[in-house]
């Protein structure tokens, strides 16, 4: 197992749901895979690997027989709303389905403790904060910097607003 993964590793998060860090060779991979992972969720972009390591990789997975989905949002930067809910729709998804996810960014404490949060709300059905404090309990480390966590809250009141029609309705 790679220095990376060992320092940063993975926890269950969710029924189904892992988050961590990014595999970064073979013994990564049968890292996830011992943990009967169907579905790895990549949030990095190919930047981030270093010469050869996303090629490794990708040859384990398909040794391994899992499956990888990949959303790139960019290291240390701003989550978009659209990614936002793109990503936690296609996570509850692959969830519905029975399927095990591997959810990952660089170090598995950003990115995708942003994205696990989301998801955590919305299976949940808690608000942004008390699904931060659930993660937290499962992963400690989870710590989505404080513009990710502006643009969570961003996207979680969005969500919650009823669009014109059902305001329609509700009248």
Same mark, same amino acid.
């Given at each position: 197992?790679? $220095?990376?993964?060992? &320092?940063?590793?993975?926890q269950?998060? +969710? !029924?189904?749901? +892992?988050?961590?860090?990014?595999?970064?060779?073979? !013994?990564?991979?049968?890292?996830?895979?011992?943990?009967?992972?169907?579905?790895?969720?990549? =949030?990095?972009? #190919?930047a *981030?690997?270093?010469?050869?390591?996303? #090629?490794?990789?990708? &040859?384990?997975?398909?040794?391994?027989?899992?499956?990888? $989905? $990949?959303? @790139?949002?960019?290291?240390?930067?701003?989550l978009?709303? !659209?990614?936002?809910?793109?990503?936690?729709g296609?996570?509850?998804?692959? +969830? #519905?389905?029975g399927r &095990?996810?591997? +959810?990952?960014?660089?170090?598995g404490?950003?990115?995708?403790?942003?994205?696990?949060?989301? =998801?955590?709300?919305? &299976?949940?059905?808690?608000?942004?904060?008390?699904?931060?404090?659930?993660?937290? !309990?499962?992963? @400690?480390?989870?710590? @989505?910097?404080?513009?990710?966590? *502006?643009?969570?809250?961003?996207w979680?009141?969005?969500?919650?607003r009823?669009? @014109?029609?059902?305001?329609?309705?509700?009248?």
């Open positions: 197992m790679s $220095r990376w993964f060992q &320092r940063f590793g993975f269950q998060v +969710l !029924d189904g749901l +892992l988050v961590g860090a990014y595999p970064k060779d073979a !013994d990564d991979v049968d890292e996830i895979a011992q943990a009967c992972v169907d579905v790895v969720y990549n =949030l990095c972009e #190919d *981030e690997y270093a010469r050869g390591e996303r #090629d490794a990789v990708v &040859r384990a997975l398909g040794r391994r027989g899992i499956a990888e $989905r $990949r959303l @790139p949002m960019i290291d240390h930067g701003k978009r709303p !659209d990614a936002l809910e793109r990503a936690v296609e996570l509850g998804s692959e +969830l #519905d389905a &095990r996810v591997y +959810l990952h960014c660089r170090a404490w950003q990115r995708s403790a942003a994205v696990a949060a989301g =998801l955590v709300a919305v &299976r949940e059905g808690v608000d942004i904060e008390e699904a931060l404090d659930m993660l937290r !309990d499962r992963k @400690p480390t989870a710590e @989505p910097l404080a513009h990710q966590l *502006e643009a969570l809250h961003k979680w009141r969005k969500r919650q009823p669009g @014109p029609g059902l305001r329609r309705l509700l009248r």
